[in-house]
């Protein structure tokens, strides 16, 4: 099983139409891949900041009760902010989002600004839960904003 990314920028998709997009996303080779290692429960990954990613566990996605995201203490203030896309297939009236580091509960629909290219436009863990048959994701900024040298853990 791999942890597979995707780079989802709008921009990406702004000459396309509805069949080359599902063309796009239906080709594997667009995919990067980490795969995992037997016994370890963890992917450290790195991102390119300013820029917004389509990630799933597996061949087509694995639906999760509960996901931990660690921010690495060596993330910048100044580091663009990073938006990731997050596919499910069972039914999600809400899906929480909680700093722990900060103790803060994010209600959904808060992620309003698609900007990525400057480190103030989001605060992390903004979301937006698209729960309609037909989209069914889970999108959510991550920024350095607050961390001062700490990890972060959502």
Known sequence: MGFKILPYDDSLFTAMDATQKKEYLDNSTNYGSIMWKK???T???PF???HKYKIH????GIDWEGLTVVLSEKWEETDNALWLVHNYTDVRSNITLHDVSANITYENNTLTS?????????TTGQNIHYEDNNTREFHFGINGK???GNE???
């Open 114 to 122: 698609t900007d990525l290219s400057a480190s103030n436009t989001l």
């Open 152 to 154: 972060k853990v959502l």
């Open 146 to 148: 607050g961390l001062n």
């Open 39 to 41: 016994d370890v429960d």
């Open 57 to 60: 566990w597996g061949q087509t």
């Open 48 to 50: 390119i900041t300013g």
């Open 43 to 45: 992917w450290a990954t």
